[in-house]
Structures are given as C-alpha cells and as structure tokens.
C-alpha cells in the first residue's frame, strides 16, 4: 500500500467556519508534510512533522493549527482563513530523512479548499 | 534568482515525440527528485536520483551532479503523459527533515 489519503477532496467555507483536513498513510513512514499549492505555483511547504513531533513550521499564520494525532494521521485545522487561503492543501509522508539516507514523498490527492 | 530553475515552462509535443524537459539548481543536493502533477492535483514522484540515470518504462531521468542538472526525458510521448512536471531538490542545507526545493514545473500537453 504507498497511498496517501487525503479528506475531503473539496471544502467550501466561509470565514468564520472552523474546518480540518485529514490526512492518512499505512505505510509505515514516520515523517508527514503539509504542503500548499496556488494555481499554477509549485507546493509551498507549511509543516513537517517528524516522529509525531512537529519539526518545522515555515512561518505559517496560526489560524492554521496542525495535528498529527498518530503516525498514521496527520490533521490540519483550519479556523478564521482568509480567501487569498484558497489553494489546493497536498498532505506528503516518507520515512524520516537521516543524513545520507534519501527518501521518496508519496503525495496525496489534495483537498481543493475554497474560502468565501 | 530560484534556486530551482526549469525550462522550457511549456511544452506541446505531437504524439510520439521524444520529449526532454531540464532542471537546473544552484544549492548543493543530497537528492532529486521528479514530479508528475496532472490537472486534478494529485502528485506522483516519478524519481529520486542523486547520481547516473535511471529509466522507469518510457521516462528516463539523468543527473550531473557537476553541472547541476538534471533532465527528464519521455520517449514515444502520448497525451496520458500532459501534465504539470516538477524537478525538487532537497537540499544539504534545507534541515534534515525533507526540506525540498520545487522547481516552477514544466506543462507538458501531448497532442494526438
């Protein structure tokens, strides 16, 4: 199984909803991405999450709070979001990168998120 | 300057034709990789490479990695093959924890 699952694969919401986006992998990996992807931009990394630790936050507002509840799922909780937060949201997994020891990301499908 | 540079943007190919697209970087890397991104977002890593070449099907991906670049090529494209190409690397620098660097991505539309 090298799937990575990813719910919904639309959100519509308004400014004032409090929504989250689910992401899930059996693959064993210990490392998970939240990425985000404006129209016709390459992934914009949000966060990393290493051993179920949060390891990098790339300067992400806070009205996008994450959760990686086990090392299987990882969450991202989305509360007060503005439009120009619209974007496609791709979640990532790969075993934890050591020094020389390269990995593959597998990407989910992505959730479309729309913000009115 | 990115440091992840790629060309040509787009690219429309006739069915059948042998396709090159190239990536360019300037930050020194522990790996590279190239993406398949189609219209409905999904992401699929097509390879990982830090050295030589390495050939899955009809895509074959090189790297130099004194020159810095890299190519992907597909032979006897098909329109299945249009999508969004992306080259990432991860960089020496970028952290240990999967830190990479996305190229802007090359479309690629394969007419029948």
């Known amino acids: 199984d090298t799937e990575v699952t990813q719910t919904p694969k639309h959100l519509v919401m308004g400014m004032t909803n409090k929504k989250s986006l689910k992401c899930e992998q059996h693959?064993?990996?210990?490392?998970m991405y939240w990425y985000k992807q404006k129209a016709k931009k390459p992934p914009e990394l949000m966060f990393v999450?290493?051993?179920?630790?949060?390891?990098i936050n790339e300067s992400v507002p806070s009205r996008f709070s994450p959760e990686c509840p086990n090392s299987s799922l990882l969450n991202l909780h989305l509360h007060a979001l503005q439009p120009e937060d619209s974007a496609l949201y791709l979640c990532?997994?790969?075993?934890?990168?050591?020094?020389?020891?390269?990995?593959?990301?597998?990407f989910g499908p992505g959730t479309r998120l729309l913000v009115l | 300057k990115n440091e992840v540079e790629q060309s040509p943007q787009n690219l429309t190919a006739q069915e059948g034709e042998f396709i090159t697209i190239n990536c360019s970087y300037s930050?020194?890397?522990?790996?590279l990789h190239w993406l398949q991104q189609h219209p409905g977002g999904g992401i699929v890593s097509l390879f990982m490479?830090?050295?030589g070449k390495k050939k899955h099907g009809r895509l074959i991906a090189t790297i130099n990695i004194q020159e810095k670049h890299s190519s992907l090529h597909i032979t006897a494209s098909h329109p299945r093959d249009s999508a969004v190409y992306i080259c990432?690397?991860?960089?020496?620098?970028?952290?240990?924890?999967?830190?990479?660097?996305f190229g802007k991505g090359t479309k690629l539309s394969v007419k029948p």
């Open positions: 990532a997994s790969s075993q934890v990168p050591s020094g020389g020891v390269m990995e593959t990301q597998y």
């Open positions: 693959m064993g990996h210990r490392a």
């Open positions: 999450y290493s051993y179920e630790k949060l390891s």
């Open positions: 930050v020194g890397i522990s790996a």
């Open positions: 490479l830090s050295s």
């Open positions: 990432a690397v991860r960089s020496f620098y970028g952290g240990s924890q999967g830190n990479l660097i």
